[in-house]
T-cell receptor, first 113, second 114 residues
């Protein structure tokens, strides 16, 4: 992803629905991808990661999908809960040399009862 | 428990004053980073350090300075040259040996100019 100084887009969902948060990255040589969750006033926390030799990886209620052809990453959250309300960031690591993550702009997820 | 600690949680700065934000980690991580986050926006990289006694400018380094005299510590000074310092500052660390779990972030320092 590329971090830009724009206000965050917001995804609004009903409690219990599935959420899909999308992210585009620019470097076709990136070999590692990660999703973070940031609650208000706190630091980002790791959710799930995936390496470039995989297309899909599942965690507890979360799934990350990687489409290298179109350089797209998505985070799926099953049965979204109010506690999932936060800002979600994707990040990718361009391969080779120093492992510096490139963060996307972030998406705010708002869960409504 | 291993982790990364930022202090203080809230900091107020007067016009023309330098302030230093603390970041300490006991994860034995080689690399450390400072990010700035403005309300409703993403993360912007200020400075990063791969090893002790070495650091590089990020995308918005002007008005900031850092030091890396110890592996565990990476303090950020917001100087009077930073014209709009009010923001949420995040410190992070990572290991060169493994990128599993990516960066570990601190809980942030909210800086306000008064």
């Amino acid at each position: 992803g590329e971090s830009v100084g724009l206000h965050l887009p917001t995804l609004s969902v009903q409690e219990g629905d599935n959420s899909i948060i999308n992210c585009a990255y620019s470097n076709s040589a990136s070999d590692y991808f990660i999703w973070y969750k940031q609650e208000s006033g706190k630091g980002p926390q790791f959710i799930i990661d995936i390496r470039s030799n995989m297309d899909k990886r599942q965690g507890q209620r979360v799934t990350v999908l990687l489409n290298k052809t179109v350089k797209h990453l998505s985070l799926q959250i099953a049965a979204t809960q109010p506690g999932d309300s936060a800002v979600y960031f994707c990040a990718d690591r361009p391969s080779g040399g120093y492992n510096k993550l490139i963060f996307g702009a972030g998406t705010r997820l708002a869960v409504h009862p | 428990d291993g982790g990364i600690t930022q202090s203080p949680k809230y900091l107020f700065r007067k016009e023309g004053q330098n302030v230093t934000l603390s970041c300490e980690q006991n994860l034995n991580h080689d690399a450390m980073y400072w990010y700035r986050q403005d309300p409703g926006q993403g993360l912007r990289l200020i400075y990063y350090s791969q090893i002790v006694n070495d650091f590089q400018k990020g995308d918005i380094a002007e008005g900031y300075s850092v030091s890396r005299e110890k592996k565990e510590s990476f303090p950020l000074t917001v100087t009077s040259a930073q014209k709009n310092p009010t923001a949420f500052y995040l410190c992070a660390s990572s290991s060169h040996r493994s990128l599993e779990y990516g960066y570990t972030f601190g809980s942030g320092t909210r800086l306000t100019v008064v």
